[in-house]
T-cell receptor, first 112, second 117 residues
Framework: NAGVTQTPKFRVLKTGQSMTLLCAQD?????MYWYRQDPGMGLRLIHYSVGEGTTAKGEVPDGYNVSRLKKQNFLLGLESAAPSQTSVYFC???????????FGNGTRLTVT | AQKITQTQPGMFVQEKEAVTLDCTYD???????LFWYKQPSSGEMIFLIY??????QNATEGRYSLNFQKARKSANLVISASQLGDSAMYFCAMSGWTQGGSEKLVFGKGTKLTVNP
């Protein structure tokens, strides 16, 4: 039972490069979320999805795009990475809206 | 706007003692949820406990209990009989709304708990 799996675990990008973070969950959860965690800031919601084919903006969506083509997958894209996007990114899913979150292990991204 | 405040950047406790981690919140919504998450040094986020705003009794999960005082807008986490493995960052969170009108979870900045042997 894998739960929520994020890939990759670590990544270093140069300014202007693009990448996609993949999140997969095997719990049949409808709701999925992408958060970023920065020192002293707690977690902030980037984008979320309430079901297959849906996405919505969270608190800090600028510079990111997402897609939920399949219920089990939620992709986070950075089209043109900036140093301000250096962070730890967490994917999460939940069975009910605003319910307890099941988190992936995080992706540490550094943009130089 | 919703806000979570954790005033203790760091806390220390002796093994086997109880410890209370503070959390105060601010919201004008009558219906909300309060959560506590644990983040060990390995980095993963682990759900600990949930309290609904209409729940009459304080939530408990094993050694974790949530001291919910609605009038004071506080939702403190109590860990009984601390263990070395409890050393971690602890985040309080509340369901709320963005300025754009969409729902979100609001997280506090966390409290780092260190359990001493």
């Amino acid at each position: 039972n894998a739960g929520v799996t994020q890939t990759p675990k670590f990544r270093v990008l140069k300014t202007g490069q693009s990448m996609t973070l993949l999140c997969a969950q095997d719990m049949n959860h409808e709701y999925m979320y992408w958060y970023r965690q920065d020192p002293g800031m707690g977690l902030r919601l980037i984008h979320y999805s309430v079901g297959e084919g849906t996405t919505a903006k969270g608190e800090v969506p600028d510079g990111y795009n997402v897609s939920r083509l399949k219920k089990q997958n939620f992709l986070l894209g950075l089209e043109s990475a900036a140093p301000s996007q250096t962070s730890v990114y967490f994917c999460a899913s939940s069975y009910i809206w605003q319910g307890p979150l099941h988190f992936g292990n995080g992706t540490r991204l550094t943009v130089t | 706007a919703q806000k979570i405040t954790q005033t203790q950047p760091g806390m220390f406790v002796q093994e086997k003692e109880a410890v209370t981690l503070d959390c105060t919140y601010d919201t004008s919504d009558p219906s909300y949820g309060l959560f506590w998450y644990k983040q060990p040094s390995s980095g993963e986020m682990i759900f600990l406990i949930y309290q609904g705003s209409y729940d009459q009794q304080n939530a408990t999960e094993g050694r974790y209990s949530l001291n919910f005082q609605k009038a004071r807008k506080s939702a403190n986490l109590v860990i009984s009989a601390s263990q070395l493995g409890d050393s971690a960052m602890y985040f309080c969170a509340m369901s709320g709304w963005t300025q754009g009108g969409s729902e979100k979870l609001v997280f506090g900045k966390g409290t780092k708990l260190t359990v001493n042997p």
